[in-house]
């Protein structure tokens, strides 16, 4: 047998293949009929947020006209922060203006919202939180694109 017709395996080879995990889900609260964004207590538990003492700075992408995502971000100061306040099982933070003015329609729709991690400054970490409502996506209706299927009868 000829030296080039050879292939020769490597010790990765014979290692096999596992599927990795599934992350899990991302923590997640809801905007109320009030215009309250209300915290589930296990998703502070996830992040790590201590609701008794708890401030943020709430805050929102420059030159947007509707809210998309608000930003919590930690903080001592007690000037421009709000607290979180108990309300029902979770806790709130009362948003109602700053919502309305943001094109949210809190009362005719159930947002709900997903919560990332983020490097705010100086080793800050911050909140990203993506407003999206519980309704799915409606169906596409627009006119049809491309090629007619073979099997269409044409008129």
């Given at each position: 047998m000829k030296a080039r017709a050879i292939k020769f395996f490597s010790p990765e080879d014979n290692v096999s293949v596992t599927k990795k995990p599934q992350e899990k889900?991302?923590?997640?609260?809801?905007?109320?009929s009030s215009g309250k964004l209300v915290l589930p207590?296990?998703?502070l538990e996830e992040l790590g947020i201590e609701p008794e003492t708890a401030q943020f700075k709430i805050g929102a992408q420059q030159g947007k006209r509707s809210l998309k995502y608000l930003y919590l971000i930690p903080s001592t100061d007690e000037n421009g922060t709000f607290p979180l306040t108990r309300s029902g099982r979770g806790y709130s933070i009362p948003l109602e203006l700053i919502l309305r003015k943001g094109g949210v329609d809190f009362e005719n729709t159930k947002f709900i919202f997903e919560i990332t991690l983020f490097n705010y400054d100086d080793g800050v970490v911050g909140f990203e939180l993506a407003l999206g409502t519980e309704e799915p996506k409606p169906a596409?209706?627009?006119k049809p694109r491309g090629?007619?299927?073979?099997?269409?009868?044409v008129a």
């Amino acid at each position: 047998m000829k030296a080039r017709a050879i292939k020769f395996f490597s010790p990765e080879d014979n290692v096999s293949v596992t599927k990795k995990p599934q992350e899990k889900p991302k923590p997640t609260g809801y905007i109320s009929s009030s215009g309250k964004l209300v915290l589930p207590p296990k998703t502070l538990e996830e992040l790590g947020i201590e609701p008794e003492t708890a401030q943020f700075k709430i805050g929102a992408q420059q030159g947007k006209r509707s809210l998309k995502y608000l930003y919590l971000i930690p903080s001592t100061d007690e000037n421009g922060t709000f607290p979180l306040t108990r309300s029902g099982r979770g806790y709130s933070i009362p948003l109602e203006l700053i919502l309305r003015k943001g094109g949210v329609d809190f009362e005719n729709t159930k947002f709900i919202f997903e919560i990332t991690l983020f490097n705010y400054d100086d080793g800050v970490v911050g909140f990203e939180l993506a407003l999206g409502t519980e309704e799915p996506k409606p169906a596409y209706t627009g006119k049809p694109r491309g090629r007619k299927p073979k099997n269409a009868v044409v008129a």
